[in-house]
């Protein structure tokens, strides 16, 4: 599967803690992609690993039914195991290049980038892209760092490969965005805490196609 600029447009970023009593996750991304999402990163904390896995291949199975890239966050093992298009690692995961030797060429490679070093580092260990933030404050990552309007810039400007911003972003602020370089927007609570998700996504993919 492709990582174009145009599939990163908007990155939805799952997040289980928002779904409504009998609510599966699978059929919130479904939603989500209805809606106008582009690309897809399954996001658990804690989950055991059999669990995991399972989730991993029924929601890599609709993605790849309706044709967007889906990743995993961190997990390389479960990432390899349920066919996952690719992994997304922070900067306190494995280190880029050696993720890129696990994962092999032909697997999307993501890392999270704060600074200009940072992002110039993981292009050179063989990422496909980076979500630089927290560019907003946000509730959805404990321990996000924040990136000014200056520095999302800065990295934009020194790498190639596309640059997605990610951290608070709603549907109110993702248009004071445009100008900075970025491809496109990585959002959680702004698709998967609203009461219809659908629109939700619809409403920020129309604003991203706007700005970008």
């Given amino acids: 599967m492709n990582c174009s600029s145009e599939s990163l447009r908007l990155y939805a970023v799952t997040d289980r803690r928002w779904l409504r009593p009998g609510e599966r996750l699978a059929d919130a991304v479904a939603r989500a992609i209805d809606g106008g999402a582009t690309f897809v990163q399954l996001r658990e904390k804690g989950m055991a690993h059999g669990e995991f896995l399972a989730e991993a291949r029924e929601i890599g199975a609709l993605c790849k039914a309706r044709g967007i890239p889906f990743v995993i966050n961190d997990d390389i093992g479960v990432a ?49 892209y980076l979500g630089v933030g927290a560019v907003f404050p946000t509730g959805s990552k404990d321990d ?60 920020l993919a129309a604003a991203a196609r706007r700005a970008f």
Wanted: proline share 4%.
């Fill in 144 to 203: 996000a760092d924040a990136v000014s309007r200056e520095t999302l810039a800065a990295i934009c400007a020194a790498v190639k490969i596309p640059v997605i911003a990610i951290g608070g972003i709603t549907l109110g602020n993702l248009p004071t965005l445009a100008g900075t370089g970025i491809r496109g927007v990585a959002v959680i609570s702004a698709i998967f805490a609203q009461p219809d998700i659908r629109a939700a996504s619809a409403a």
């Fill in 80 to 128: 390899t195991e349920s066919g996952a298009d690719g992994v997304h690692v922070g900067q306190h995961d494995m280190e880029a290049g050696a993720v890129r030797e696990k994962i092999g060429p032909g697997k999307i490679l993501g890392v999270s980038a704060q600074t200009v070093e940072q992002a110039l580092l993981a292009e050179r260990r063989g990422a496909d």
